[in-house]
Each structure stands twice: as C-alpha cells, then as structure tokens.
C-alpha cells in the first residue's frame, strides 16, 4: 500500500518541499542556480533562489531608469547588495510615467473657446450685464440656460428665450424685451461655460481600450503617452471645433504601475495584494501597508523578484534581511520598489513539509480507518461462538 503512495507522487512532493528547505534549488519551471547556499542560524536553511543571465553575463542588466542592478547573493550570515542598487538611503527617480488603463487624469481648461459663430445651447452658462437696470435689481452675473431655452433675467425682467441664437442675436432679443421696463438698456452677453466645454473638464477614466472621452467632442487614445504628450494629443484633437484650445493634463489615480506582495501560505495556496507605486516605496513600507508578516512568513526568507527588461534575460532575485533592517535598521536590503517588481515572502519550511506530510498520510489514515472500522463491524455482526459447559 505505501509503494502506490510513493508512486502517486506525494511522497515527491514532500520530498522537493524540505529540499527547497534545506538549501536546495527545487524551481524546475525557471532558470536557476542549482548549487545549495549554506544555511542560517537558528533556522532549517538558506535555499533562497539565485537566477543567471540566460545570455551570459551573470544576471546584470540596466534598467529603463539609467542606472544599473545585479541580482546579489546571499552570503553566510547577511545579504549583501550591490552598492548601485536603488534602496532606502540610495533612491533614483523614476522615468516619466506612461499612461494606461485605468489610470484616472484630469484636465483642466485654460483656453476653450469655440469656433464663431456659436449658437447657445440649453445648459449653457452666459455671462449677462445691462446698464440703466433698476437700482433695486441690477442686471449682472451668469446666467443659466434652462432645459427649454429660456433664461430667466429677473422677477421684473422675465424669461427670454435665446436658444439657437448667437451672442449678438441673443444681445439684441434681451435688449428689446427690456426695453419695455427699462429706457434705454445696453447689454453685454457672453458664453462662460458651454455645455460641450463641461465635458472636457474634470477626471476621466482611461477606457480598456486606452481612450478617454471628451463628451460631444469624440474619443481621444492617450495609452502609452506621457501627461504632456497626452495634452497635445488632446490638444489637436480639440483644434477641429475649438478655437486654439489650451488644456492642462495631469495623473490624478495611478492605478496602472502596481507593485505585488506575495505571501506563501505554506502549502495551501499564496495570497496576493496589489499595491500601487508612489516611486518612494521600499520593501518596509509594502509590507506595514499589508499589516506586517503573518504567522507563517519565515522572516530569513524574503526577496524582490524584478521582472527583466527584455525576453533574453532572467528576472532578478534580491533577497531582503529581515531582521537586520527591522531590528538592526540595515538599510542596504530596503530596496526601493518600481512598477512590476513582486514582494515575496515565503512560509516556514517546517510548515510547508507538515503540510504536504498531512496531504500524503491523509490517504493511509483514511485507509486504516476504514480498515478498523471494517474489522469492528465484523466482530460486532459475525457468527457468535458456543460455549461448553461440564458438570461434575
């Protein structure tokens, strides 16, 4: 019975767990290093994985910020990083930021005006000013335009309906109304805000297809442009209706540069929690934002794993000292964090093969089981046996 559970392949897996345990390199699906690092005090071993430059070359690379990084080893006792590579004391800024979906950017008008003629619509805002107003209701301010296209001027001075019109035409319908009040009224009138200019301002979400909406004024693609070739973007689309229009663009929600945190739950699944980048984090302030190592993190098993920058090298591994940057304030392994990098942080070693143990004795526990059940049922029901009884 224990020959068909070893070629079930459990006892494999227990086996692959506690070598990965014990200093082993047991990741068949990358790349990796297959000589053991010595283990750590204090702990079962120091498996952490250590990758290798596909091409050749040792696992160096530069990345798109300008400066370059190499995947450390863990020695001994600490982990010791390369002096160039970006950590809490040593930070670089990061490259202009790209805009993707769903990012959220807002924009804001420094100069909408529309192509004359313009005909005012309902929902408009206009800016109305009469001279020789009655002293007790001056004429002045913004006006809205109601829903059937009417303004309302006053108590006294009534409703007038400016709709379809242009500025002068409206000018000369609000002048004749007044003109039965008043003597000798002037007027001045101005579009403000436009409906179709409303549209434009404020946050907009990038779409799944990388556009952002501009109401009336049609759709605009911003997806891998920055904030300020995404303004001329729009800028030139805006130029077919508006005159020589001036808009700001900025990034209100950066919700497309994430940054991963990955807990080992020890043999029964990993968690995962999104994050997104700032450009100031560290492995320190990703892991206070998931509320700190839960109670199967082993704390001498922690690394960043930086995806490559290009399909012919290898991620790399840069294993994180736990204790010496949170007891020790060891500032070399509290590496600053970019776009894409995963924070993992594996369970207890002993955790992991207790439970794959489990998973493998599971099934001769139910089998003995079973079997002891079935030997009392046979006892209880089976055939009774006779008794002899001899008299003197």
Same mark, same amino acid.
């Given at each position: 019975?224990?020959?068909?559970?070893?070629? %079930?392949?459990?006892?494999?897996?227990?086996?692959?767990? *506690?070598?990965?345990? $014990?200093?082993?390199?047991?990741?068949? %699906?990358?790349?990796?290093?297959?000589?053991?690092?010595? =283990?750590?005090?204090?702990?079962?071993?120091?498996?952490?994985?250590?990758?290798?430059? @596909?091409?050749?070359?040792?696992?160096?690379?530069?990345?798109?910020?300008?400066?370059?990084?190499?995947?450390?080893?863990?020695?001994?006792?600490?982990?010791?990083?390369? &002096?160039?590579?970006?950590?809490?004391?040593?930070?670089?800024?990061?490259?202009?930021?790209?805009?993707? =979906?769903?990012?959220?950017?807002?924009?804001?008008?420094?100069?909408?005006?529309?192509?004359? &003629?313009?005909?005012?619509?309902?929902?408009?805002?206009?800016?109305?000013?009469?001279?020789?107003?009655?002293?007790?209701? &001056?004429?002045?301010?913004?006006?809205?335009?109601?829903?059937?296209?009417?303004?309302?001027?006053?108590?006294?001075?009534?409703?007038?309906?400016?709709?379809?019109?242009?500025?002068?035409?409206?000018?000369?319908?609000?002048?004749?109304?007044?003109?039965?009040?008043?003597?000798?009224?002037? $007027?001045?009138?101005? =579009?403000?805000?436009?409906?179709?200019?409303?549209?434009?301002?404020?946050?907009?979400? @990038?779409?799944?297809?990388?556009?952002? /909406?501009?109401?009336? +004024?049609?759709? *605009?693609?911003? @997806?891998?442009?920055?904030?300020?070739? #995404?303004?001329?973007?729009?800028?030139?689309?805006?130029?077919?209706?508006?005159?020589?229009?001036?808009? /700001?663009?900025? $990034?209100?929600?950066?919700? /497309?540069?994430?940054?991963?945190?990955?807990?080992?739950?020890?043999?029964?699944?990993?968690?995962?929690?999104?994050?997104?980048?700032?450009?100031?984090?560290?492995?320190?302030?990703?892991?206070?934002?998931?509320?700190?190592?839960? %109670?199967?993190?082993?704390?001498?098993?922690?690394?960043?794993?930086? =995806?490559?920058? /290009?399909?012919?090298?290898?991620?790399?591994?840069?294993? *994180?000292?736990?204790?010496?940057?949170?007891?020790?304030?060891?500032?070399?392994?509290?590496?600053?964090?970019?776009?894409?990098?995963? @924070? +993992?942080?594996?369970?207890?070693?002993?955790?992991? #093969?207790?439970? +794959?143990?489990?998973? #493998?004795? #599971?099934?001769?526990?139910?089998?003995?089981?079973?079997?002891?059940?079935?030997?009392?049922?046979?006892?209880?029901?089976?055939?009774?046996?006779?008794?002899?009884?001899?008299?003197?």
């Amino acid at each position: 019975m224990l020959t068909s559970v070893v070629q %079930s392949g459990w006892i494999t897996r227990v086996v692959a767990a *506690v070598t990965v345990g $014990v200093g082993g390199c047991a990741t068949p %699906s990358r790349q990796v290093c297959p000589n053991p690092l010595p =283990p750590l005090p204090g702990d079962i071993g120091g498996g952490l994985i250590r990758t290798a430059n @596909v091409a050749g070359g040792g696992g160096d690379e530069v990345t798109p910020a300008g400066f370059r990084m190499a995947a450390p080893l863990l020695s001994h006792h600490k982990a010791q990083p390369e &002096p160039f590579v970006p950590h809490e004391l040593s930070k670089v800024s990061l490259p202009d930021y790209v805009i993707e =979906p769903p990012d959220v950017l807002v924009i804001n008008a420094a100069k909408l005006v529309p192509r004359p &003629p313009y005909r005012l619509e309902p929902l408009d805002t206009v800016i109305i000013q009469a001279k020789g107003a009655l002293p007790n209701e &001056p004429l002045s301010g913004e006006y809205v335009i109601e829903p059937e296209g009417r303004v309302n001027l006053g108590r006294s001075y009534g409703t007038v309906s400016i709709t379809g019109l242009t500025a002068d035409e409206a000018k000369g319908v609000i002048e004749k109304q007044l003109k039965e009040i008043l003597a000798d009224p002037t $007027v001045y009138i101005a =579009p403000s805000r436009t409906r179709p200019l409303q549209q434009i301002i404020g946050e907009h979400l @990038v779409r799944p297809d990388g556009k952002v /909406s501009l109401g009336t +004024y049609g759709f *605009v693609s911003v @997806v891998g442009l920055t904030a300020l070739q #995404a303004r001329q973007v729009i800028e030139n689309h805006l130029s077919a209706y508006l005159l020589n229009p001036v808009v /700001s663009v900025d $990034v209100i929600a950066y919700n /497309s540069k994430i940054i991963y945190v990955i807990y080992d739950q020890g043999g029964t699944g990993q968690t995962i929690i999104r994050l997104p980048v700032t450009g100031n984090d560290t492995v320190l302030d990703v892991i206070g934002q998931v509320n700190g190592l839960n %109670s199967v993190a082993s704390k001498r098993r922690i690394w960043v794993a930086r =995806p490559a920058r /290009s399909p012919a090298k290898m991620c790399q591994i840069l294993p *994180v000292d736990w204790v010496g940057l949170t007891m020790e304030a060891r500032t070399d392994t509290n590496y600053q964090l970019f776009p894409g990098d995963r @924070v +993992y942080v594996q369970a207890k070693p002993i955790i992991t #093969a207790t439970t +794959y143990l489990n998973y #493998a004795l #599971a099934p001769i526990e139910r089998l003995f089981g079973f079997t002891l059940l079935g030997s009392g049922v046979v006892q209880n029901f089976g055939p009774k046996g006779t008794t002899t009884t001899t008299t003197p």
